[in-house]
């Protein structure tokens, strides 16, 4: 069974350039969710999203923050300018309904330069 | 301000004994618990979970137990191994209704179990 598929497993860019990181969720699952873990603040969500559609973004960031779901297999989450201070690991999750525990990708570990 | 707090970062424990992770929440609107466990370089793999309307649920090994008044949740591991060995987040849902609510996580607890 193939998991939750994250790329890339490691970025390391400089300040000011675009990053963007892809997700793709197991097959059938509706929810999917996008992560942000940092030494001060633990594991965060950024944004979920059902049926394709962005449910909850509270906790993007701010406006340099974006995430997509064209489609149900494929999420998209992009920092544009990205800074220093972005520097984190960010997983992808998923879940087959709402209630269900979510199954984590591997994470991407970026570093801003 | 922490809503799901693990206060102990780091636990050791021999092999073949009990490990027991703590876990205190402050939102009484929570209404469903869970526990992951992450390996490095991995993701959080879901161990077990609980519902607000129960105080024990067990599998295999493990076992979680809910203190609604006290609002605690504390996980037991007996016996041990030395696979064992990973970090555990404890993770609380807020009741929405039937919707999906956020999940919020703890910091983490690293777990070493010691041949």
């Known amino acids: 069974d193939a998991g939750v598929i994250q790329s890339p497993r490691h970025e390391v860019t400089e300040m000011g350039q675009e990053v963007t990181l892809r997700c793709k969720p197991i097959s059938g699952h509706d929810y999917l969710f996008w992560y942000r873990q940092t030494m001060m603040r633990g594991l965060e969500l950024l944004i979920y999203?059902?049926?394709?559609?962005?449910?909850?973004d509270s906790g993007m960031p701010e406006d340099r923050f974006s995430a997509k779901m064209p489609n149900a297999s494929f999420s998209t989450l992009k920092i544009q300018p990205s800074e220093p201070r972005d520097s984190a690991v960010y997983f992808c999750a998923s879940s087959l309904g709402g209630k269900q525990p979510q199954h984590f990708g591997d994470g991407t570990r970026l570093s801003i330069l | 301000d922490q809503q799901v707090k693990q206060n102990s970062p780091s636990l050791s424990v021999q092999e073949g004994r009990i490990s027991i992770l703590n876990c205190d929440y402050t939102?009484?609107?929570?209404?469903?618990f869970l526990w992951y466990k992450k390996y490095p370089a991995e993701g959080p793999t879901f161990l077990i979970s609980?519902?607000?309307?129960?105080d024990k649920n067990e599998d295999g090994r493990f076992t979680v137990f809910l203190n609604k008044s006290a609002k605690h949740l504390s996980l037991h591991i007996v016996p041990s191994q030395p696979g064992d060995s990973a970090v555990y987040f404890c993770?609380?849902?807020?009741?929405?209704?039937?919707?999906?609510?956020?999940?919020?996580f703890g910091k983490g607890t690293k777990l070493s179990v010691k041949p």
């Open positions: 999203f059902n049926n394709n559609v962005p449910i909850d």
């Open positions: 993770a609380a849902r807020k009741n929405y209704g039937g919707s999906q609510g956020n999940l919020i």
């Open positions: 939102n009484s609107m929570f209404d469903y």
């Open positions: 609980i519902s607000s309307i129960k």
